[in-house]
């Protein structure tokens, strides 16, 4: 008999404990400990991830850090051409 395949994906997605350690987070840290904590975070997940998994992983990281720039649409451009950023 062959086993199931494992996975490290789940298909019960527990957004209220997310919600909850988000609040936590942002409640107990300051700006430098969260980033701190961030970058804590994505060092451990990296060990657990091959390099497709890692290449897609940051992808979506730049794809919500741009999402939540304190860059209002209307200055975006201006903001790009000083950053040197298309």
Avoid: C, W
């Avoid at 942002?26 to 060092?43: C, E």
Wanted: net charge negative; charged share 30%; proline share 5%.
């Amino acid at each position: 008999m062959t086993s199931e395949p494992r996975t490290t994906e789940t298909e019960n997605i527990a957004y209220a404990t997310i919600r909850d350690l988000m609040h936590q987070i942002q409640d107990r840290l300051d700006v430098p400990n969260r980033a701190r904590l961030a970058v804590g975070i994505v060092g451990h997940l990296a060990t657990l991830m091959n390099s497709r998994q890692m290449q897609k992983f940051m992808e979506e990281l730049n794809d919500q850090a741009q999402k939540v720039q304190d860059v209002p649409p209307t200055r975006r451009r201006e903001f790009d051409e000083r950053t040197g950023e298309v």
